[in-house]
């Protein structure tokens, strides 16, 4: 949860072409939707994104995979493209010193039960304002990275 702190006291972008930085090593994550790729350090690598008529935002690839409904209450589990992701809290998001934004905590299951959850599972924070705040990835070699977007207006 240390991470979450972070996200107070930092604004970031909404999710298209967006740029991540990894707090423990300093690699960034740069994800272009439009060309349907993303970045980890000097690695490129193909996603694939739910298209505009998706009841989905998100991303699927094989370090950095994620979705998230576009519309109505935040269900508590979903799944799409065979993963299943499990609602975990809402927190109040401060954009700027007047507005709040609710961002949404999900997990991703493994084994696809959302009450058997051991915490370590990947996460990823959303708003529907600003888009994804946060990422966990993970490389080939399973050491995980921690994800955060980065404010470049």
């Not at 700027?96 to 915490?119: F, K, P, R, T, Y």
């Not at 529907?128 to 404010?151: E, H, P």
């Amino acid at each position: 949860m240390r991470i979450l702190l972070w996200l107070v006291l930092f604004s970031f972008e909404c999710f298209g072409a967006t740029k991540f930085v990894d707090l423990n090593t300093g690699y960034t994550l740069n994800i272009n939707q439009k060309a349907g790729t993303y970045t980890i350090h000097d690695q490129k690598a193909p996603a694939e994104f739910c298209g505009n008529d998706s009841k989905y935002i998100c991303m699927k690839s094989i370090h950095v995979n994620f979705a998230i409904p576009k519309e109505g209450v935040m269900p508590d589990k979903w799944e799409l493209n065979g993963v299943a992701y499990c609602y975990i809290d809402v927190f109040d998001y401060k954009i700027s010193d007047d507005e709040i934004d609710e961002a949404h905590l999900v997990a991703i299951s493994e084994n696809g039960i959302c009450h058997e959850l051991s915490g370590k599972e990947p996460r990823f924070l959303y708003s529907k304002r600003q888009g994804l705040i946060y990422i966990d990835s993970f490389s080939s070699d399973g050491y995980q990275r921690r994800f955060v977007g980065l404010n470049n207006r």
